[in-house]
């Protein structure tokens, strides 16, 4: 096999966030800047000759043309084989659910989720392990480390592989084989969730879902799954070809970006009951019921509540996690079952240690994420099928659910606040100001509202005692209100403000309050605290979600 080295020069920027390498298509696409980050993947690994590789993406612009490049790149670094996902399609919980079930070495995601894709806009690229979840901070610094001092790359000169037909080929010794994105996946999701009850329901004439796939990643497997295997009516799936550029839109699952699926569940003409929908790599999740929709943090703490109904967990829950800013609704879950609860840092590789030690089920973010133990990645359509599940044997509408949740469990009223593209150099000022205050405010009041602690969230992983620092600036109040301030590490263009509002409401006639008017007063808060409008500009947020 000949392999062929290109001289190459570092790169600065090429420091994986919160998900992997995220950067403009057109950053991307310089020459030797996709294979001088590939290539520092394939460096810091060990023992990989001869093993399988997984890729795979969500179908974005350029996902085709760095298909080819790794598959080169892959057979120079001694793979033995590379599954890759029809026309070079996979979602990010199907790339980790075929990691596990095909036992391989580790898998390569090409996907910048939620953000909008096509040639002025995102791509991003992901290592994720043997486990099937996102490499650790260890191994993506190591990574960035690598970038920095590169001097060539390696591949094997092949003709491009035609993704379209399914079954092997070579490049030099190594075996490219194209797998059906859908089936390991599909056979996963079988073996949790009682599809018996959810075809009995879907078959119901007064039920009736639709799922917006967005033109990402999950149009196939919605058709395959939903409409094929479980009989919902063709239509059941709207958007659902994957497109580069997802059709000018924003393939993120919230109420703005999925505004069409909202109001179609609030036209009482549609006949709608259940609407769903999933991001750009289909693993964050948003689920509407009529004119009624499920916030994630709730969404979480349902799925928790409600886990005696689903036969994969119905022996019982080890222990649920979520991210620090997702709302507390779903502690009061675990500390009712008895079952520890476990805060994480922001971004879905922290649960891993966590899932892999046998210590949490279920975890989720408020950022629509929510998954469990069957892969290392959040699922979008499982927590589709949990909640037809869910509906399946209660005979309530999602309304009626969340309702009677907050009715036993009182309500954490929550809301998270965007600033979006805010200079850098401001975002680190707000920052640095804020820290600097943080001793001083445990005691303040702010119109009646008593400061208990204020810190910046440091995480000492349980399982592997690795630290995490600086991982959100949270102020505690007395009454259990949070106002949590983090930057997001997703973002491609400046700097991305986080403000998370939380406020825990017992009493079941004070639940009807409209969200941000409850929340006003821990806004009033963050301003104050943390001057947003003075130093930034910005009086008001981008996103309310
Ligand atoms: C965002 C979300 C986070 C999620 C990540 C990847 O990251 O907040 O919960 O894990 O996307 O989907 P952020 O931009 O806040 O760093
Ligand atoms: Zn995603």
């Not at 400046?494 to 969200?515: I, K, N, S």
């Amino acid at each position: 096999m000949k392999i062929t080295t290109v001289g190459t020069t570092p790169f600065s920027g090429q420091k994986p966030g919160t998900s992997g390498l995220r950067k403009k298509v057109r950053v991307f696409t310089q020459p030797g800047y996709l294979e001088n980050f590939v290539q520092s993947i394939f460096d810091q690994l060990e023992g990989q000759q001869g093993k399988t590789l997984v890729l795979g993406g969500d179908g974005r612009y350029f996902n085709d043309v760095a298909i080819q490049i790794i598959l080169r790149m892959a057979a120079a670094a001694g793979f033995g084989r590379v599954l890759v996902g029809r026309q070079g399609i996979l979602s990010t919980p199907a790339a980790s659910a075929v990691i596990r079930k095909q036992r391989a070495f580790g898998g390569i995601i090409l996907s910048a989720s939620h953000n909008p894709g096509g040639p002025d806009d995102d791509f991003g690229i992901k290592y994720n392990l043997g486990n099937g979840g996102p490499a650790n901070e260890t191994f993506t610094d190591a990574v960035f480390k690598r970038t920095q001092e590169i001097s060539a790359y390696h591949l094997v000169e092949a003709a491009d592989i035609d993704l379209g037909r399914l079954g092997e080929t070579r490049i030099g010794e190594m075996i490219v084989c194209v797998i059906d994105p859908v089936a390991d996946y599909l056979e996963l999701l079988e073996s949790l969730f009682d599809f018996a009850a959810i075809k009995k329901l879907l078959a119901r004439p007064d039920f009736r879902m639709r799922f917006d796939a967005m033109h990402a990643v999950n149009g196939p497997y919605g058709h395959a799954i939903l409409e094929q295997r479980l009989g919902a009516p063709l239509g059941t799936v709207v958007n659902g070809t994957p497109l580069p550029d997802f059709g000018g839109g924003h393939p993120d699952p919230n109420p703005v970006y999925a505004a069409e699926l909202v109001s179609a569940l609030a036209d009482p003409t549609s006949g709608l009951s259940f609407g769903a929908a999933s991001d750009g790599d289909g693993d964050r999740n948003m689920i509407v019921g009529r004119n009624f929709i499920v916030s994630p943090s709730d969404s979480l703490a349902v799925i928790a509540a409600n886990y005696k109904l689903i036969p994969a967990y119905a022996k019982g829950l080890a222990g649920v996690a979520r991210s620090m800013p997702t709302s507390c609704a779903v502690d009061r879950v675990a500390a009712e079952l008895g079952i520890p609860c476990y805060e994480t840092p922001t971004g879905w590789k922290y649960f891993g240690t966590l899932l892999d030690a046998g210590m949490a089920t279920l975890c989720g973010e408020e950022s629509a994420g929510t998954g469990s133990n069957h892969v290392r990645e959040k699922d979008g359509l499982w927590a589709i099928l949990y909640w037809l599940n869910i509906l399946a044997v209660r005979n309530e509408s999602v309304e009626q659910i969340v309702r009677e949740h907050w009715r036993h469990f009182g309500r954490n009223v929550y809301s998270r606040h965007d600033y979006e593209g805010i200079a850098s150099d401001l975002a680190a000022t707000l920052f640095a100001e804020l820290r600097q205050k943080l001793p001083t405010l445990p005691g303040t009041t702010f119109d009646g509202l008593r400061v208990k602690a204020a810190d910046d969230f440091c995480y000492i992983d349980p399982v592997d005692g690795s630290r995490s620092e600086q991982q959100g600036v949270r102020i505690l109040l007395d009454d259990g209100s949070r106002v949590v301030f983090r930057l997001s590490g997703t973002g491609t263009e400046g700097a991305t403000l986080r403000v998370y509002l939380e406020r825990y409401v017992a009493d079941p006639a004070r639940h009807e309050v409209p969200l941000q008017q409850a929340l006003a007063p821990l806004v009033a808060i963050a301003e104050q605290v943390a001057r947003i409008a003075a130093i930034t500009g910005r009086n008001v947020p981008d996103v309310m979600s």
